[in-house]
Protein backbone atom coordinates (compact mmCIF):
# COMPACT_ATOMS: atom_id res chain seq x y z
CA UNK A 1 0.00 0.00 0.00
CA UNK A 2 3.01 2.56 0.48
CA UNK A 3 4.52 1.46 -2.72
CA UNK A 4 1.27 2.50 -4.38
CA UNK A 5 0.77 5.65 -2.40
CA UNK A 6 4.13 6.86 -3.54
CA UNK A 7 3.35 5.65 -7.38
CA UNK A 8 0.27 7.56 -7.33
CA UNK A 9 2.09 10.67 -5.74
CA UNK A 10 4.16 10.65 -7.94
CA UNK A 11 1.69 10.89 -10.62
CA UNK A 12 0.01 13.78 -9.73
CA UNK A 13 3.21 15.57 -9.22
CA UNK A 14 3.46 14.61 -12.87
CA UNK A 15 0.61 15.51 -13.84
CA UNK A 16 1.05 19.12 -12.56
CA UNK A 17 1.58 21.90 -14.70
CA UNK A 18 4.99 23.77 -14.18
CA UNK A 19 5.45 26.77 -14.46
CA UNK A 20 8.08 28.46 -17.18
CA UNK A 21 11.56 29.20 -15.49
CA UNK A 22 14.02 31.54 -16.92
CA UNK A 23 17.36 31.01 -15.89
CA UNK A 24 18.68 34.55 -15.18
CA UNK A 25 21.47 35.68 -16.79
CA UNK A 26 24.13 36.72 -13.78
CA UNK A 27 26.76 38.95 -14.57
CA UNK A 28 30.32 37.22 -14.24
CA UNK A 29 31.97 39.17 -10.89
CA UNK A 30 35.27 36.71 -11.40
CA UNK A 31 36.96 39.28 -12.64
CA UNK A 32 36.17 40.92 -9.46
CA UNK A 33 37.99 38.17 -7.18
CA UNK A 34 40.74 37.63 -9.37
CA UNK A 35 41.43 41.19 -8.60
CA UNK A 36 41.61 40.99 -5.20
CA UNK A 37 43.91 37.83 -5.05
CA UNK A 38 46.34 39.62 -7.60
CA UNK A 39 46.29 42.06 -4.84
CA UNK A 40 46.71 39.60 -2.22
CA UNK A 41 49.65 38.11 -3.71
CA UNK A 42 51.25 41.34 -4.41
CA UNK A 43 51.21 42.29 -0.78
CA UNK A 44 52.30 39.00 0.13
CA UNK A 45 55.15 38.88 -2.13
CA UNK A 46 56.62 42.35 -1.19
CA UNK A 47 56.16 41.97 2.92
CA UNK A 48 57.64 38.29 2.61
CA UNK A 49 60.42 39.76 0.96
CA UNK A 50 61.18 42.25 3.17
CA UNK A 51 60.93 40.17 6.44
CA UNK A 52 62.19 36.78 5.34
CA UNK A 53 65.89 38.15 6.24
CA UNK A 54 65.03 39.62 9.13
CA UNK A 55 62.28 37.48 11.02
CA UNK A 56 62.01 33.79 11.37
CA UNK A 57 59.84 32.04 8.55
CA UNK A 58 56.72 31.63 10.95
CA UNK A 59 56.65 35.10 11.02
CA UNK A 60 57.45 36.11 8.02
CA UNK A 61 54.35 34.20 6.38
CA UNK A 62 52.28 35.92 9.18
CA UNK A 63 53.48 39.15 8.32
CA UNK A 64 53.00 38.82 4.60
CA UNK A 65 49.66 37.30 5.11
CA UNK A 66 48.17 40.32 6.89
CA UNK A 67 49.93 42.68 4.58
CA UNK A 68 48.04 41.03 1.38
CA UNK A 69 44.89 40.62 3.44
CA UNK A 70 45.26 44.73 4.13
CA UNK A 71 46.49 45.69 0.20
CA UNK A 72 43.26 43.28 -0.83
CA UNK A 73 40.81 45.16 1.26
CA UNK A 74 42.26 48.60 0.44
CA UNK A 75 42.57 48.54 -3.23
CA UNK A 76 39.35 46.95 -5.22
CA UNK A 77 37.55 48.13 -8.46
CA UNK A 78 33.93 48.17 -9.29
CA UNK A 79 32.11 46.98 -12.61
CA UNK A 80 30.77 49.86 -15.25
CA UNK A 81 26.82 49.29 -13.87
CA UNK A 82 28.10 49.15 -10.53
CA UNK A 83 28.70 51.75 -7.77
CA UNK A 84 29.97 51.36 -4.75
CA UNK A 85 28.39 53.10 -1.37
CA UNK A 86 31.56 53.81 1.10
CA UNK A 87 31.35 54.51 4.72
CA UNK A 88 33.82 55.88 6.84
CA UNK A 89 33.22 55.43 10.62
CA UNK A 90 29.54 54.71 9.96
CA UNK A 91 29.09 57.96 8.48
CA UNK A 92 28.54 58.15 4.00
CA UNK A 93 31.45 58.98 2.87
CA UNK A 94 30.82 59.05 -0.85
CA UNK A 95 29.87 57.32 -3.79
CA UNK A 96 33.12 54.67 -5.59
CA UNK A 97 33.21 53.20 -8.68
CA UNK A 98 33.21 52.47 -11.93
CA UNK A 99 36.92 51.43 -11.94
CA UNK A 100 39.35 51.04 -8.99
CA UNK A 101 38.64 52.60 -5.70
CA UNK A 102 40.84 52.90 -2.30
CA UNK A 103 39.04 52.20 1.40
CA UNK A 104 41.00 52.40 4.72
CA UNK A 105 41.74 49.26 6.52
CA UNK A 106 39.13 49.31 9.77
CA UNK A 107 37.86 52.82 9.34
CA UNK A 108 36.26 52.84 5.31
CA UNK A 109 33.85 49.57 4.10
CA UNK A 110 32.06 49.20 1.45
CA UNK A 111 28.23 48.82 2.94
CA UNK A 112 26.06 48.22 -0.64
CA UNK A 113 26.73 47.55 -4.04
CA UNK A 114 24.05 49.03 -6.10
CA UNK A 115 22.99 47.71 -9.65
CA UNK A 116 22.49 51.00 -11.99
CA UNK A 117 21.02 48.58 -14.85
CA UNK A 118 17.61 48.73 -15.71
CA UNK A 119 15.93 45.42 -13.54
CA UNK A 120 12.76 43.44 -14.19
CA UNK A 121 11.47 42.12 -11.07
CA UNK A 122 8.50 40.02 -11.02
CA UNK A 123 5.35 39.82 -8.22
CA UNK A 124 2.15 39.02 -8.14
CA UNK A 125 -1.35 39.79 -6.46
CA UNK A 126 -2.57 36.56 -5.26
CA UNK A 127 -6.48 36.24 -4.28
CA UNK A 128 -7.11 40.08 -4.98
CA UNK A 129 -10.72 41.19 -4.30
CA UNK A 130 -12.32 42.94 -6.84
CA UNK A 131 -14.93 45.56 -6.29
CA UNK A 132 -17.65 42.76 -7.62
CA UNK A 133 -15.90 40.70 -4.54
CA UNK A 134 -14.29 38.31 -7.17
CA UNK A 135 -10.52 37.09 -6.18
CA UNK A 136 -8.39 37.05 -8.85
CA UNK A 137 -4.36 36.21 -9.21
CA UNK A 138 -2.52 38.65 -11.17
CA UNK A 139 1.15 38.30 -12.38
CA UNK A 140 2.88 42.01 -13.79
CA UNK A 141 6.67 42.31 -14.43
CA UNK A 142 8.25 45.98 -13.02
CA UNK A 143 11.05 47.41 -14.91
CA UNK A 144 12.75 49.82 -12.62
CA UNK A 145 16.31 51.58 -11.89
CA UNK A 146 18.66 52.98 -9.23
CA UNK A 147 19.53 56.60 -10.16
CA UNK A 148 20.41 57.99 -6.71
CA UNK A 149 22.75 55.12 -5.01
CA UNK A 150 22.69 57.41 -1.92
CA UNK A 151 19.46 57.80 -1.59
CA UNK A 152 18.56 53.91 -2.31
CA UNK A 153 21.00 52.90 0.32
CA UNK A 154 20.26 55.54 3.11
CA UNK A 155 16.74 56.31 3.03
CA UNK A 156 15.22 52.33 3.01
CA UNK A 157 16.75 49.36 4.09
CA UNK A 158 16.54 46.70 1.44
CA UNK A 159 15.17 49.00 -1.47
CA UNK A 160 14.40 45.72 -3.95
CA UNK A 161 12.15 44.72 -1.15
CA UNK A 162 10.45 47.72 -0.49
CA UNK A 163 9.87 48.34 -4.19
CA UNK A 164 8.10 44.80 -4.71
CA UNK A 165 5.91 45.28 -1.85
CA UNK A 166 4.90 48.66 -2.83
CA UNK A 167 4.17 47.32 -6.27
CA UNK A 168 2.24 44.68 -4.90
CA UNK A 169 0.21 46.93 -2.63
CA UNK A 170 -0.22 49.44 -5.10
CA UNK A 171 -1.57 46.46 -7.90
CA UNK A 172 -4.66 45.11 -4.88
CA UNK A 173 -5.83 48.73 -4.22
CA UNK A 174 -6.34 49.52 -8.30
CA UNK A 175 -7.75 45.89 -8.64
CA UNK A 176 -10.08 46.61 -5.94
CA UNK A 177 -11.45 49.38 -7.42
CA UNK A 178 -12.41 47.41 -10.60
CA UNK A 179 -14.95 44.85 -11.89
CA UNK A 180 -14.13 41.98 -13.05
CA UNK A 181 -14.89 42.57 -16.54
CA UNK A 182 -13.39 46.28 -16.31
CA UNK A 183 -9.79 44.47 -15.79
CA UNK A 184 -9.32 43.01 -19.14
CA UNK A 185 -10.42 45.81 -20.31
CA UNK A 186 -8.45 48.46 -19.34
CA UNK A 187 -4.94 46.33 -18.37
CA UNK A 188 -3.72 49.43 -20.46
CA UNK A 189 -4.71 51.88 -18.20
CA UNK A 190 -3.96 49.41 -15.38
CA UNK A 191 -0.15 49.68 -16.14
CA UNK A 192 -0.08 53.17 -16.42
CA UNK A 193 -1.95 54.03 -13.46
CA UNK A 194 0.43 51.57 -10.97
CA UNK A 195 3.21 53.13 -12.90
CA UNK A 196 2.68 56.71 -12.15
CA UNK A 197 1.65 55.51 -8.06
CA UNK A 198 5.17 53.67 -7.93
CA UNK A 199 7.13 56.47 -9.60
CA UNK A 200 5.92 59.26 -6.92
CA UNK A 201 6.57 56.89 -4.28
CA UNK A 202 9.79 55.96 -4.99
CA UNK A 203 11.18 58.96 -6.67
CA UNK A 204 12.47 59.31 -2.35
CA UNK A 205 13.85 56.48 -2.82
CA UNK A 206 16.55 57.34 -6.06
CA UNK A 207 14.80 54.92 -8.22
CA UNK A 208 12.25 55.41 -11.31
CA UNK A 209 9.85 53.05 -12.23
CA UNK A 210 10.03 52.86 -15.84
CA UNK A 211 6.81 50.52 -16.63
CA UNK A 212 4.89 47.75 -15.33
CA UNK A 213 3.49 45.55 -17.60
CA UNK A 214 0.87 42.67 -16.24
CA UNK A 215 1.10 39.66 -17.79
CA UNK A 216 -1.70 37.28 -16.39
CA UNK A 217 -4.75 37.62 -14.82
CA UNK A 218 -6.27 34.58 -13.26
CA UNK A 219 -9.55 33.58 -11.69
CA UNK A 220 -10.87 30.44 -10.04
CA UNK A 221 -11.69 27.57 -12.03
CA UNK A 222 -15.43 27.36 -10.94
CA UNK A 223 -15.73 30.96 -11.46
CA UNK A 224 -14.24 30.07 -15.36
CA UNK A 225 -16.75 27.57 -15.86
CA UNK A 226 -19.40 29.54 -14.84
CA UNK A 227 -18.43 32.28 -17.11
CA UNK A 228 -17.54 30.23 -19.73
CA UNK A 229 -21.39 28.95 -19.73
CA UNK A 230 -22.66 32.27 -19.79
CA UNK A 231 -20.86 33.42 -22.56
CA UNK A 232 -22.00 30.14 -24.48
CA UNK A 233 -25.32 30.87 -23.34
CA UNK A 234 -25.33 34.64 -24.32
CA UNK A 235 -23.95 33.92 -27.91
CA UNK A 236 -26.83 31.40 -28.34
CA UNK A 237 -29.42 33.91 -27.46
CA UNK A 238 -28.10 36.34 -30.17
CA UNK A 239 -28.25 33.34 -32.76
CA UNK A 240 -31.22 32.65 -31.76
CA UNK A 241 -32.66 36.52 -32.23
CA UNK A 242 -31.03 37.00 -35.32
CA UNK A 243 -32.18 33.89 -36.93
CA UNK A 244 -35.95 35.07 -35.89
CA UNK A 245 -35.40 38.74 -37.02
CA UNK A 246 -33.78 36.98 -40.42
CA UNK A 247 -37.26 34.70 -40.78
CA UNK A 248 -39.21 37.87 -40.12
CA UNK A 249 -37.62 39.97 -43.02
CA UNK A 250 -38.40 37.07 -45.37
CA UNK A 251 -42.03 36.36 -44.06
CA UNK A 252 -42.52 39.86 -44.70
CA UNK A 253 -40.73 39.83 -47.81
CA UNK A 254 -42.85 37.07 -48.88
CA UNK A 255 -45.94 39.08 -47.73
CA UNK A 256 -45.17 41.91 -50.29
CA UNK A 257 -44.32 39.73 -52.95
CA UNK A 258 -47.76 37.67 -52.60
CA UNK A 259 -49.44 41.10 -52.66
CA UNK A 260 -47.87 42.57 -55.37
CA UNK A 261 -48.79 38.90 -57.23
CA UNK A 262 -52.47 39.37 -56.46
CA UNK A 263 -52.43 43.31 -57.79
CA UNK A 264 -51.06 42.39 -60.84
CA UNK A 265 -51.68 38.56 -63.07
CA UNK A 266 -48.82 39.94 -64.95
CA UNK A 267 -45.98 39.39 -61.97
CA UNK A 268 -47.52 36.11 -61.57
CA UNK A 269 -46.52 34.90 -65.31
CA UNK A 270 -43.29 36.43 -65.28
CA UNK A 271 -42.68 34.95 -62.06
CA UNK A 272 -43.93 31.59 -63.39
CA UNK A 273 -41.89 32.26 -66.49
CA UNK A 274 -38.48 32.84 -64.52
CA UNK A 275 -38.77 29.55 -63.02
CA UNK A 276 -39.30 27.57 -66.19
CA UNK A 277 -36.44 28.95 -67.59
CA UNK A 278 -34.05 28.33 -64.04
CA UNK A 279 -35.45 24.73 -64.18
CA UNK A 280 -34.79 24.31 -67.89
CA UNK A 281 -30.98 26.17 -67.44
CA UNK A 282 -30.02 23.76 -64.37
CA UNK A 283 -31.60 20.50 -65.73
CA UNK A 284 -31.12 18.10 -68.84
CA UNK A 285 -34.30 16.79 -68.83
CA UNK A 286 -37.40 17.98 -70.57
CA UNK A 287 -39.34 20.66 -69.02
CA UNK A 288 -43.28 20.20 -69.09
CA UNK A 289 -45.25 23.18 -68.86
CA UNK A 290 -49.04 22.92 -68.58
CA UNK A 291 -51.22 25.00 -71.40
CA UNK A 292 -51.77 27.90 -69.06
CA UNK A 293 -48.22 28.71 -68.70
CA UNK A 294 -47.54 27.87 -72.55
CA UNK A 295 -49.19 30.20 -73.38
CA UNK A 296 -47.26 33.18 -71.72
CA UNK A 297 -44.11 32.54 -74.06
CA UNK A 298 -46.09 33.11 -77.23
CA UNK A 299 -45.34 36.55 -78.41
CA UNK A 300 -48.69 38.28 -80.37
CA UNK A 301 -48.33 39.86 -83.17
CA UNK A 302 -50.26 43.13 -83.43
Known amino acids: MAFWNKKQSEGHEKAAPKKDVIEPNVSSRSGLYWFSALMFAIGFAVAFAATFWALQLFWSVLI ?45 YASNHVDLRIMASSFSAEEALTSDLVPVDVDAVLFWMVWDPEKACLEVENYPVAVLWSAQTAMRDAIGQLSLGDIS ?62 EKDISEMYVEAAETYERNDKAMELRAMSLAYESAKEGKGTVLLPSALAEGFVIKAK
Open 64 to 108: AAAVGCLLAYSIKIAPQWERVVILRMGKFHHIAGPGPYACIPFVD
Open 185 to 246: LRRKAIDHELEKILGEKCEAWGITVLSVEIRDIAVPQDLQDALSREAQAERERNARVMLAEI
